[in-house]
C-alpha cells in the first residue's frame, strides 16, 4: 500500500509508517529530517533509514550515569568522523611524529628554562583524538552539564508544585542531558576533523606528558602553504611540544583553567520564562526541508542565557590565561625557529590566519561557554612574552608562571610593551660570588625556602622528560 508521494520511496519493511499518512510526511520532508542524524541519501536526500534513526534516538534516551550521555555523545562524534577516510596512522607515521617531537625538544631546550614535559608521542587518526581525548572532555564539559540539568529544577516553583513536579524531573533531566549530548557530539566530531595535536585547543587534552599528531588533519593543513609537509609537522611538533612543557612544569595551570570553566558553571541560572520564548522563536525560523535549520535547533544554543557578573569574570579569566598560554607557547616557538626554519614565519602566519577564522580552540570555547578567543589578544600575549624576555631574559619571562598571582592581567595585555617596564634584570654575579654564596648556603648559611624552589627541584624532571620524549 502506497501513496503518490511514496511512490518515490523504496517499499521497505523496516518503515512503521508505511501506509500511513505519515509516510507522506516523511516524503514530503525530502529525508530532511534523517539529515538531523546524519540518515537517508547523499545530502539527506530520500527516505531516512527509519530502523537507524530512531536506533540513535532510543539510544540516547537510555538510562546512563551522571548529566549527560557521554555514549550517545562519542557514538555520535564516531559518526561524523566516519563519513570521511580515516585511516590508521603507519608504523612510518608514527616514526616521524617521534622523530620530529624529538627535534623539537632539542631545540626548545634552548628558548626556555622549562624541561620537557614529553613523555611519549603518538600519531592519532580523528578517531584515535575522540578516543585519546575523551576523559578531558568529560572534566571540562561535565561541570556545565550538570549545571543546566540542575537549573531546570531549580527554575521550577517551590512547595507543592515541585513537589508535584518530581517524579518527571528526573525524565525531564535525562531528555535534556541527551540534547546536550547531542551538542557534544557534533562539536566534538566537527573538532576531530580539524584539530593537528592534543593541545590544539589550548589545553592538552591527551594522557598526561603524550604529544599527540593527528596526521591526516595536518596533511590538509599543509595544503596551499607551499611548505614541505616535513616542516609543517616538525612546526606543529614545535607548538605541541611547547605546550607540553608549560602544562608539565606549571601544576596548577590546567585546574586554573578547567576551575575558570567550573566557576562559570556554577552560575548557569535557568529562567524558564526566556527559555520558553527563546524555543519559541528558534522554531519559528525553522523550515522542515532544509537540514541546515533542523541541525541548528538541536546545535545553535536552545539554552542561552544571559551570563551573571561571576560567570563575566570567570570568562575574563579564562580568556586572559588562555591568551598568555598560546602566547607563550608562540614566543618560545619563535625564538626556536628564528636561525633554523627559514618557512617558520610562513607557517606561524598560517596558523595566525586559521585562529582569524576561528580555529577549534575559538570554535571549542565558544560553543562550550559563549567565549570568542580574540585574536588580537593572543598576539598581545605573544608581545608581552617577548617583551619581557627582551628585557630581562627567559628565566624572569618563564618565571611569572610561578603563581598564578603573577600572571599578567587584561590590563597588561592593554599595554603588552608596558608589563614589569619598571623591572630589569637582576645583576650578573661573578664566578667567585656564586662560589661565595653556594658555600654559604651549603654550610646553612642564608638558606631560604625560596632557594630551595629555585635551584635543584626542576633540574631533577629534565632528565625523565627527555627520556619520554627519546622513547
Known sequence: MTNNPGDDVPDRDDNPFKGTPFEQFFANMGGNFGALFGQGGAGGAGMPDLGALFGQIQAMMQPYDGALNWDAALDMARRAVAQEADPSPSQKQQEQVADAVRLADLWLDETTE?????????????????????????RLVEPIAESSVAGIGNALPGGEAQAMAAPIMGMLGKAVG?????????????????????????????????AAIVVENVKDFAVGLDVSEEDVLLYLALREAAHQRLFAHVPWLREHLLGAVADYATGIEVNTANLQS?????????????????????????????KSPEQQAA????????????????EVVSQATVERMPNATKLA????????????AEDTFAALVGLELRPRRLRDAATLWGSLRARQGTEARDGVWMNPALLPTAADLDDPLGFREGASAPEEMSEEDFDAALLAMLDGEGHTGTDDESGDDPGETDDPGHTGSDA
Open 114 to 138: 622549562f624541561a620537557s614535559g614529553v613523555q611519549s608521542t603518538a600519531a592519532w587518526s580523528r578517531a584515535e583524538w575522540l578516543v585519546g581525548t575523551l576523559d578531558r572532555w568529560k
Open 278 to 306: 527563546s524555543m519559541e522563536e528558534k522554531m519559528r525560523g525553522i523550515d522542515i526541508n532544509n537540514p541546515d535549520s533542523l541541525r541548528e535547533l538541536m546545535e545553535g544554543g536552545m539554552f542561552e542565557m544571559d
Open 349 to 360: 602566519e598560517a596558523v595566525r590566519r586559521r585562529r582569524a577564522a576561528g580555529g577549534p
Open 315 to 330: 570568562l575574563d579569566r579564562l580568556e586572559v590565561t588562555l591568551a598568555l598560554v598560546e602566547g607563550w607557547v608562540d
Open 178 to 210: 541527551a540534547m546536550l549530548a547531542s551538542q557534544v557530539g557534533s562539536g566534538l566530531g566537527a573538532l576531530a576533523g580539524e584539530v593537528l595535536s592534543a593541545s590544539d585547543v589550548g589545553l592538552p587534552l591527551g594522557a598526561t606528558g603524550k
